[in-house]
């Protein structure tokens, strides 16, 4: 099926859609973005994912390239447009095209860019069923990564090396042998006795979407959380483990660095929590 991008108020054949030579997103990574999921044709914690957004520019001084109602229209009209009834919409915002030089441009508009793309909801399902793996990784990354930038290149070389030990995620350890989140996900454990653990808020992870509505399902669900980081030896120890994002919601790890967790396999809390992960994020929407 052909597909269909926007670029800058243009909605443009994949094939011809492309940004500036002097992008400062292609040149400096100075660019922030979203990845939203869609469901049955819906996108998923719409408002928490644009008001993100709106955190992320403002800590980098981009402005808005238009107002959250008009970026949320170009994201549901890309959807549209490509037809996705199950898949990811993924928004790009760069502070836009100038002569190359460090210092911000003044007078330049943001580059705009939103694509979208079809994800077999089964083959998603499949991999949930047998669980994956987790490759640890020492976090090399800069010290904001609370700010959802395109700076991913220490993400790539961790999945990638996850990649190559047919593991399906990595997960970043901090110099006091803390987890601190996946390459593309959040990191939880689910103790021996039942409490969900996951690493607090701060700059050292990002504030995950879906790490945030999973915490509104642990209330309605009344599973007790602890919000503080934990060691590679805890996770092995653990009863459960999974990690969250958009593209794959709640998805259980089942191997640590070739080790079982648990009994090697998707443990019932977790199950349970992918199950309801929806019906929780349709009733936090505003």
Avoid at 40 to 68: F, K, N, W
Avoid at 154 to 163: F, T
């Amino acid at each position: 099926m052909p597909r269909t991008v926007y670029v800058n108020g243009r909605y443009l054949p994949y094939a011809h859609a492309a940004v500036h030579v002097e992008d400062r997103g292609f040149q400096f990574a100075d660019a922030v973005y979203e990845v939203a999921e869609v469901w049955r044709g819906r996108l998923v914690d719409e408002a928490r994912h644009m008001a993100r957004l709106e955190r992320s520019l403002t800590e980098l001084e981009i402005p808005p390239p238009m107002s959250q109602a008009a970026l949320a229209h170009v994201m549901r009209e890309t959807v549209r447009r490509n037809r996705v009834a199950n898949g990811l919409v993924y928004l790009q915002v760069s502070r836009g095209e100038a002569p190359r030089d460090f210092p911000f441009p003044k007078d330049v508009a943001p580059t705009l860019v939103c694509i979208a793309r079809s994800i077999d909801p089964a083959k998603i399902a499949a991999r949930a069923d047998g669980g994956i793996g987790v490759k640890t990784m020492p976090d090399i990354r800069w010290a904001r990564c609370d700010i959802k930038t395109v700076m991913l290149l220490p993400a790539c070389l961790a999945k990638e090396a996850a990649r190559r030990e047919d593991a399906g995620e990595a997960w970043f350890v901090d110099e006091s042998g803390l987890v601190t989140e996946g390459a593309s996900s959040n990191a939880w454990i689910v103790t021996r006795a039942g409490r969900l653990v996951t690493r607090p808020l701060g700059h050292d992870i990002l504030p995950g979407v879906t790490r945030r509505t999973l915490v509104d399902l642990l209330g309605i669900e009344g599973l007790e959380l602890d919000e503080r980081a934990f060691s590679v030896a805890e996770a092995l120890a653990a009863g459960e483990a999974f990690v969250t994002s958009a593209s794959a919601t709640v998805m259980p790890v089942v191997r640590i660095d070739g080790r079982p967790v648990g009994d090697g396999r998707p443990g019932p809390i977790t199950l349970k929590l992918r199950l309801n992960f929806h019906h929780a994020a349709a009733i936090s929407e505003p």
